[in-house]
């Protein structure tokens, strides 16, 4: 699951510049970039700026480089100077910083994609840097040098061994070609025991000096051997192994400290230092290497140095034997065979080593020698490491208990063992070798461990025993039971100065104060300062005067005292013995010579004192200028001492040196810090006071509290509460004490005594655990130990004057060792929080910087910082373990890890304010990011360990015995992943509810439950995706499996991951993923759903389609069907599938589902609808359960998303509902025609009693009468109604029961239609053919030569009357109050109106209805047929202006492109016939000559036709018409057209071409009117009118 990285601490430090310009304009910083990671230094002035700072990185992947920028501050924006690129695999390794390199800035990078990869352009432009890798452990300058030298000395033998290689490989040329083969095959591998790498990587050592010297990869025991191409290889054989012997061996465990350092640098691991202060490293093993024997440590002064290891011997003599008989079986091979895992080859093709004159090693391209070497090389490392990788191997138990962590034996004691950032020791993989990052970031945690817990004063014996010493002086003796001076007010006679401040005593009396005791004068404000000891100094100033007597009385007294201090607290100094081992002989012995020490006093003291005033920063501007011209006087005793005056310099810079003798220890050097002053005001000063200048600060230091030599920044405080005082000065203060030239000064004394406490009262008396004073107030911060503990540091820091912020950070270093311990990370966060409080609040007195103070601390700047940055990283890797190491069950640990996110967030505090670095790490960016270590360790554990983890959250019962190989997700089930789901959710609800309450000093960025369902879901979905995707490629699962886990990674989402912030806006991927599985199914539901449909007709069929309910009008079979359909959709809501790609996916495909299955039904339903007409009942449950298909069919579509819905879906569900509207009135119609028989013969008798109704409709009887005749003639239809209507309404649904009513409607009118109102004639003409005109307009031919000899049928107007009424009746009878039909569709039904307009034209003459026909029918001559010919007429029409009639001429032309054949002789002639009201008595017909055989005949005859003046042109029309004459039989009709004269009227003429048609075209007016005058028989205008509107073309003859 990812790349194995290693890490490696990168420091880079800024030093100075050489930059080119003028020096005003140059205000610089430099930005270092590595790795994603940027860091800025502070802006400096000048063309040599010096910044002096320091970086770490953490660095994993070499193949990069570090990019250093200087920039140019500017006030809009900052100008770049240059830029460095630096390669990170030329970086070397060092132990301490160096004197670093002067690089060129370059104006130009080269760039490959986003990443820089080199620079160009030199500039004049330098920069200073110091950049190596940093070791965990430092090695002294002395045990580097000796290595060294041992390791050469290896190395010029193993090169001559190989040089003697060369010469027998020259003898065996046909054993090359196999050798190179093997070595090929195995330059192709990643082989992590090869301990020879490419030397391009080789690291260096920086030893104490500054000078550089390579390692070679040869220290590993590997063996040179080099070939010719084309030569032969010879044999190893046991005289020429390629290991080397035993001497060989014993004087490399000597150097094996260095050896291994350079090889775990090489596989980027770290250095730990071992129980007896060696250091080891921690090699990554592999899963299928054999842990060899123990590795002999190298230790300064021990006796291991030089003795070797026979475990080691017969390890590595067994290893020997195997190589040798695999070369003597495979005869032509160099290497061991890839099935010896101890053994490992490799062919590096990419640089060679050669051996220069010197002994050192140059690197040579592979293409130059690419024929001349190749190295065999043979690892041992795993068996020389063994004991490191054990102890690791310990790390990553899954069970920690003190007794395994004893076994570790570590000088850090409990809480000291550290582990790796990517493992979780808890929860790891069972019985597995660990992982090479687990291995080497457990390697590097544990050295960062030790190296904070290493004290060297613990094992300095020499320094103990003096701070020993020194520590019972205090203690005897103490500064804080000094007797206090007895003041009294004196009066001087004499000019008298103050002992203090050396000012004068001024006034005439009473002028200052003096003790009665010792003597001492000084002012009233100056008694205060004076801390030396009243008792001590009388007797010093006794025996100085000769008064024995007194001196002996004072003596006494002091002896008393130091007596009553030993009786009183005797546990303080048992406390004491105890802590440095004293025995009791020597305990008397040394506390009688400090009681001797301080009854002498000064008396035998003796010092020579070298003070150097260095510099001062941050003082108080003096003169008006916003400067000063500072001064230093330095008195001791009764010498002062004066620097030179640096004019106008707030941080001025002397470095001046002072000698003086002093001869009493309670003597004090008082120095002053002055701003000197030449002006009147000054030089009258002088005459009246001795300080004329003005006073700038003062740090009065005890002479008893120096020691050796010491480099301290003081800073400078108030001499009264008027000055103004600001700043530090910084000196170097030797002091040779006489009797103590040699020892350490007092702030290491007291750090050793410190640290030697802390390791008594925590190792040996609590054994292991720190003892946490129980203080409370403002002040608890300083209280260290308890009662007698802190009286020691405390006295021994009063009187060697020890500042609190130096014991409060030396109490911070002992604290780092045991971090771990409860209750630890509380008070250390206290005191960095107190220590950040001392440097960064400044006062309003001062303007130094946070940082410039914090660099005057004595305990030291870069030791802090480093111990804070190792802390910091160590806190980081237990975070990133929280489950570990802070168990949620354990409410102390859970404190301590509040308390431990506490101290970052004030180590950040600290980098931040006190560093005052620009950007440092945010507290809750690293709190985060650990957060998400720990969870995706985490989670990889449960993901590994799945079946185990699941099974104890069961009953016993319960639990299963499953292979180990088959506990893991597989192809074959999906039983893994719900478990690993419910092991997530207990790792986040634990998160939740354990450690967000703890966690929540971060509330706007870090909230746990968040984080880990975030962590825990990024995770899962990758497993997730890729098993899915596996899974669809063998598909070895029931699709409703991955239904049911789909539900479960579901409900995971949206309980814990779909709130989360960046999933709010996102759309989830997890239905993508189930997306095939679901689509399988749902194929699978849709055979399911067909099958139930089958089963639930089946059963609803044998019960005869019963009603499912009294309320209920439809079977059984619709509920069944969409019971079935409802469950399957439940089940796509249930998914709520987050991502709309998918849903409308899975919902088109149920679409599908839910058209087949309805329409299926709707098949077999319609398929059997017939043949159940006949029955009562069954015929309307049937139609009710198509419409119910509908009804539920839109609540699904509804359901489904409605107007949401995918288009396709919806478009498919759409044409579905419209298909079972079609079906439902199919089944409507089909079973309203199964009442046309019964209905036509129900009209057939109403028009027998119509028919005996006939009469002139005049007299106002008749018309009275009509609503009684209506109600006789409906008399039968009205029986058939109520019949079945009834029961309709009863047993149809509303719908159904409307569209039944409709069908019925309209075969009742239809009916009527033909029966009554246009019956059909009996031999098929005249009526019956006009009405199948509609169908096929040429049988209306038939009705021109039929002369109906039947009694007329026409209606009379009562007739028509009755008829009116009739319509009337059944229009109401189907609207049923609104319960039926609605009114308007009954009144705009098209057969109504039909009806009404043909009853309305029964009452018309003939005239009228002629008149209507010409004027409703305007396209009569427009035939989609096509034309059979044309004709030419040119027509005239004159109105008489008199008179008003009209005259229309009419000239036959000729005709053309006749379409005709006939097997007689061809005759055409053209009949014109003017038709129109008002012609009954008029000529209405005119016909030209025939013309023989002639296709196109010309005519050129003219014709009059003279028409009425009662109408209009408008109302008149030209029928022509060309036949073909035939002698004695009916003439055949060609074509016809008609030209209506409205067309004519307003031009007066035309002449055109007319197109013949084959039959005229009307539309239904016409057709009724037609019926209507087809039954006047008796009206020749009408039956004329007839004929010629139903002509049509006749049939031609054919041969």
């Known amino acids: 699951r990812g790349e194995v990285v290693n890490m490696s601490l990168l420091c880079v430090k800024v030093k100075q510049g050489k930059l080119h310009g003028t020096s005003d304009k140059l205000n610089t910083y430099v930005t270092l970039k590595v790795q994603n990671v940027r860091s800025t230094t502070v802006t400096r002035r000048g063309n040599e700026p010096s910044w002096e700072q320091d970086y770490m990185f953490e660095i994993n992947d070499l193949g990069k480089g570090l990019v250093v920028e200087v920039w140019n501050k500017g006030l809009l924006w900052d100008d770049l100077l240059g830029t460095v690129w630096i390669p990170l695999r030329t970086v070397e390794h060092a132990t301490e910083e160096g004197a670093g390199i002067w690089w060129n800035l370059n104006s130009e990078v080269l760039t490959n994609g986003n990443e820089i990869c080199g620079a160009k352009n030199p500039t004049i432009h330098e920069i200073l840097l110091d950049t190596y890798y940093e070791l965990p452990a430092e090695i002294p300058e002395d045990e580097a040098q000796y290595l060294i030298e041992h390791l050469h000395s290896i190395n010029v033998q193993l090169e001559q061994e190989a040089n003697e290689d060369v010469m027998h490989l020259k003898s065996y040329p046909n054993q090359v070609e196999s050798s190179l083969s093997v070595l090929q095959n195995y330059s192709t591998c990643e082989d992590l025991d090869c301990d020879f790498t490419r030397d391009h990587n080789s690291p260096s050592i920086k030893v104490g000096n500054g000078q550089v010297k390579q390692l070679s990869r040869l220290t590993d025991l590997n063996i040179k051997t080099k070939w010719t191409r084309g030569k032969g290889l010879r044999k190893h054989d046991d005289k020429d192994s390629p290991f080397v012997s035993k001497s060989d061996l014993e004087s490399f465990s000597s150097c094996s400290r260095l050896s291994s350092q350079q090889h775990s640098l090489e596989s980027k691991t770290s250095l730990e230092l071992s129980t007896n202060g060696s250091v080891e490293s921690r090699l990554p093993p592999s899963p299928t290497s054999r842990i060899g024997n123990s590795l002999t440590s190298y ?27 695999q070369q003597n079986s495979q005869g032509d091979s160099p290497c061991c065979s890839q099935s010896n895992s101890s053994c490992s080859c490799a062919f590096h093709d990419d640089l060679k080593m050669e051996l220069e004159p010197d002994g050192s090693y140059s690197h040579t391209s592979e293409r130059e020698y690419m024929d001349e070497e190749v190295v065999c090389t043979k690892s041992i490392s795993r068996s020389r490491w063994r004991r490191v990788i054990e102890k690791t191997h310990l790390t990553s138990q899954d069970v920690f208990d003190a007794s395994t962590l004893s076994n570790l034996k570590t000088p850090g004691g409990a809480g000291s063992v550290l582990y790796g950032i990517d493992s979780m020791p808890d929860l790891r993989r069972k019985k597995t070798v660990p992982i090479v990052r687990d291995v080497t970031l457990a390697a590097r945690k544990a050295g960062i461990s030790f190296g904070m817990t290493t004290r060297t004063s613990v094992n300095n014996q020499e320094l103990k025993l003096h701070v020993y010493k020194k520590t019972l002086q205090a203690l005897i003796y103490p500064i804080s039971s000094t007797t206090p001076h007895n003041f009294e007010v004196w009066t001087a006679t004499t000019p008298t100065y103050c002992y203090e401040c050396e000012g004068l005593l001024w006034g005439i009396a009473r002028q200052g104060m003096k003790c009665t005791e010792c003597g001492v004068k000084c002012h009233e404000k100056c008694q205060d300062l004076l801390n030396a000891d009243c008792l001590q100094r009388a007797a010093e100033k006794s025996s100085k005067h000769g008064a024995e007597d007194k001196t002996q009385n004072i003596i006494a007294a002091m002896k008393e005292r130091m007596k009553v201090r030993e009786t009183n607290k005797p546990e303080i100094f048992m406390l004491i013995q105890a802590q440095f081992e004293v025995s009791k002989e020597d305990y008397a012995r040394h506390l009688k010579a400090a009681k001797q020490s301080v009854l002498e006093g000064t008396s035998k003291w003796s010092a020579k004192i070298k003070i150097t005033v260095l510099c001062a920063q941050g003082l108080q501007a003096k003169d008006k200028t916003g400067s000063s011209d500072p001064y230093v006087t330095v008195q001791v005793g009764k010498t002062k001492r004066r620097t030179k005056t640096i004019f106008g310099n707030l941080n001025p810079s002397w470095d001046e040196t002072f000698h003086f003798e002093c001869h009493n220890s309670t003597d004090r050097i008082k120095v002053r810090v002055w701003d000197e002053d030449d002006d009147i005001k000054s030089r009258v000063k002088q005459h009246f006071k001795k300080e004329s200048d003005d006073f700038l600060g003062q740090t009065i230091i005890e002479v008893r509290t120096l020691s050796s030599e010491m480099d301290v920044w003081y800073n400078l405080e108030k001499r009264t509460d008027k000055s103004a ?29 410190h640290e030697n406490l802390f390791n008594y009262l925590t190792e040996t008396k609590y054994s292991g655990v720190v003892k946490i004073p129980q203080v409370k107030g403002d002040e608890a911060w300083k209280v260290y130990f308890e009662d007698y503990a802190q009286e020691i540091v405390d006295e021994f820091a009063m009187r060697y004057g020890v500042e609190s912020i130096y014991q409060a950070m030396t109490h911070f270093s002992c604290l780092s060792s045991k971090y771990m311990c409860p209750g630890v990370p509380a008070v250390m966060s206290t005191l960095l929080a107190n220590i950040n409080a001392y440097f960064a609040h400044t006062t309003a007195t001062t303007n130094v910087s946070a940082s410039d103070r914090f660099a005057a601390s004595n305990f030291g700047r870069e030791k802090f910082i480093k111990l804070l940055d190792q802390l910091h990283n160590s806190l980081r890797i237990d975070l990133s373990k929280y489950r570990d190491n802070f168990p949620a069950s354990n409410p102390e640990r859970l404190q301590d890890l509040k308390s431990t996110v506490d101290l970052l967030t004030s180590i950040t505090f600290f980098r931040m304010k006190v560093q005052e670095l620009q950007s440092p790490p945010r507290a809750s960016s690293v709190v985060k990011d650990c957060v998400k270590a720990c969870l995706d360790s985490t989670y990889r554990y449960i993901f590994d360990n799945c079946f185990d983890l699941y099974n104890q959250l069961l009953d016993q019962s319960k639990k299963q015995d499953i292979p180990r190989e088959e506990q893991g997700p597989s192809n074959k089930n999906l039983e893994f992943w719900p478990k690993l789901i419910t092991l997530m959710v207990s790792c986040v609800e634990e998160d939740k509810a354990a450690y967000a309450s703890i966690l929540n000093q971060f509330p706007q960025e870090l909230h746990m439950g968040k984080l880990s369902a975030e962590v825990m879901w990024q995770l899962f979905a990758q497993d997730m995706k890729y098993a899915l995707e596996e899974h669809e490629k063998h598909r070895l699962c029931k699709s409703a499996d991955y239904m049911n886990l789909h539900f479960k990674v579901k409900w995971f989402y949206n309980e814990y991951v779909q709130d989360l912030p960046g999933s709010k806006d996102a759309v989830a991927e997890y239905s993508l993923w189930f997306e095939p599985f679901a689509i399988d199914w749902l194929d699978e539901n849709e055979d399911v759903s067909m099958e139930f449909l089958h089963a639930a007709l089946e059963r609803d069929k044998k019960d005869g389609f019963q009603q499912t309910s009294e309320h209920a009008l439809f079977s059984c079979s619709v ?10 959709f439940e089940i796509i809501k249930k998914l709520e599938c987050p991502n709309p790609e998918a849903l409308a996916h899975f919902l088109r495909r149920f679409a599908k589902t ?27 449950i049937l139609m009710n359960n198509i419409q119910q298909l509908r009804v539920q069919l839109e609540k699904m579509f509804e359901s489904m998303g409605g107007k949401e819905l995918d288009d396709e879906a919806s478009n498919l569900l759409k044409e579905l509902q419209a298909n079972l509207n079609g079906v439902l009135d199919e089944l409507s119609y089909t079973f309203a025609t199964s009442f046309q028989s019964v209905i036509e013969e129900c009209v057939k008798q109403m028009n027998l009693e119509l028919y005996q109704m006939r009469g002139n409709g005049n007299s106002s009887t008749n018309r009275n009468s009509a609503a009684i005749d209506a109600e006789t003639v409906l008399r039968p239809l009205m029986d058939l109604l109520d019949k079945n209507l009834t029961l309709f309404a009863k047993i149809c649904e509303k719908t159904v029961l409307k569209r039944v009513l409709k069908e019925l409607w309209k075969i009742i009118l239809n009916v009527i239609e033909r029966k009554i109102v246009l019956p059909a004639l009996t031999d098929q003409s005249g009526a019956q053919m006009i009405f199948s005109a509609a169908k096929d307009l040429g049988q209306l031919s038939k009705l021109k030569e039929h002369v109906i000899r039947e009694e007329v049928k026409s209606l009379s107007p009562r007739q028509c009357a009755i008829m009116e009424v009739v319509l009337a009746t059944i229009k109401q009878y189907f609207h049923a109050g609104g319960n039926g039909l609605k009114k308007t569709f009954l009144e705009k039904s098209p057969d109504l109106l039909s009806l009404k307009y043909a009853l309305s034209l029964y009452t018309q003459t003939t005239d009228t209805l002629i008149k209507k026909f010409i004027n409703t029918q305007s396209s009569q001559a427009q035939s989609a047929n096509g034309a059979v010919g044309e004709v030419s007429i040119h027509v005239d029409l004159f109105t008489h202006p008199g008179t008003g009639e009209h005259k229309v001429t009419i000239k036959i032309v000729a005709v053309n492109e006749l379409i005709w054949q006939t097997t007689a002789m061809f005759r055409p002639f053209v009949e014109v016939h003017v038709i129109g009201p008002n012609l009954s008595d008029r000529k209405r017909k005119f016909a030209t000559k025939t013309k023989n055989n002639v296709w196109s005949p010309k005519y050129n005859e003219t014709f009059h036709f003279l028409l009425s003046n009662e109408n209009g042109p408008e109302s008149f029309e030209l029928h022509v018409t060309v036949k073909d004459y035939c002698f004695a039989r009916e003439d055949r009709i060609i074509g016809m057209t008609v030209i209506q004269l409205k067309d004519i009227a307003e031009k007066g003429t035309c002449a055109s071409w007319y197109s013949l048609i084959k039959n005229i075209n009307m539309d239904e007016t016409g057709l009724t009117i037609l019926r209507i005058l087809s039954q006047r028989t008796n009206d020749e205008v009408a039956k004329e009118f007839v004929r010629l509107k139903s002509d049509t073309r006749s049939s031609e003859e054919t041969t």
């Not at 230790?299 to 008989?325: I, L, N």
């Not at 839910?1154 to 015929?1179: D, G, M, R, T, W």
């Open 299 to 325: 230790s300064e002064g021990s006796e291991s140095d030089a003795v070797y290891d026979s475990t080691m011997e017969s390890d590595f003599e067994s290893r020997t034997t195997v190589f040798s008989q």
């Open 725 to 753: 005082v600001s700043g530090a000065i910084r000196m170097k203060i030797a002091v040779e004490i006489k009797g103590e030239e040699k020892v350490a000064p007092y702030h290491v004394q007291y750090t050793c005594l």
């Open 1119 to 1128: 509920v069944d069907v969409f019971t079935q359909l409802n469950q399957s």
């Open 1154 to 1180: 839910i058209n087949k299955v309805l329409l299926q039904y709707a098949a077999i339903i319609a398929k059997e609808f017939s043949s159940h007409c006949s029955k009562e009942k069954l015929p309307c």
